[in-house]
Structures are given as C-alpha cells and as structure tokens.
C-alpha cells in the first residue's frame, strides 16, 4: 500500500548534511533567502545547493545548501573582490 502524504505538513531533514538540517519547500526557500523561485531552481539545476524532488514534481531544499549557496552569492555580489577564495577544494 501506498500513501503519498502531503509534503506541507511532513518534516523532511536532509540526510547529506550534518545535523541533518530542515528541508523546506521551494516556495519558503524563496521566501526566506529573498530569492526569486527561478533563482533558486536554477541553483538547484546547477548543484550550488541540494534537495529532493518529490514524485509531484514538488521541490524540498536542504536549508543549509541554500544558506550556503546563498552566502556564496552574496560574497560574489561583493564590489570588493578581495580574497574570497578561502575555501580549499
Ligand atoms: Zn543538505
């Protein structure tokens, strides 16, 4: 038997993260980093932050990619283009 449960009112964690952080909606994603949804599916295409997507097409971001992809944007719109890469890969 299956249920497909509604994503609003299931709390989703992020199991590639430590701490296992919230998943939220691509909508409150949006709403809480100021993004427009188009950016932030972009940036989900684009891997610069993770999530699921729900077998209704419904977009659940991690919220510690999208802080982080966010952070990193808010870096790169920075005028002054002093040592940001600190970052080893
Ligand atoms: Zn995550």
């Not at 009112?9 to 188009?38: H, I, K, W």
């Not at 419904?58 to 952070?71: D, N, P, V």
Request: hydrophobic share 35%; with cysteine.
């Amino acid at each position: 038997m299956t249920v497909i449960r509604s994503l609003e009112n299931v709390d989703y964690r992020c199991d590639q993260c430590p701490g296992r952080p919230d998943m939220v909606s691509d909508t409150e994603a949006a709403a809480t980093f100021g993004l427009p949804l188009e950016a932030l599916h972009q940036m989900f295409n684009s891997g610069l932050l993770h999530g699921v997507q729900s077998p209704e097409g419904k977009l659940l971001i991690c919220s510690a990619s999208a802080a982080e992809a966010t952070g990193r944007l808010k870096q790169m719109d920075s005028p002054s283009g002093s040592a940001i890469t600190r970052r080893k890969l």
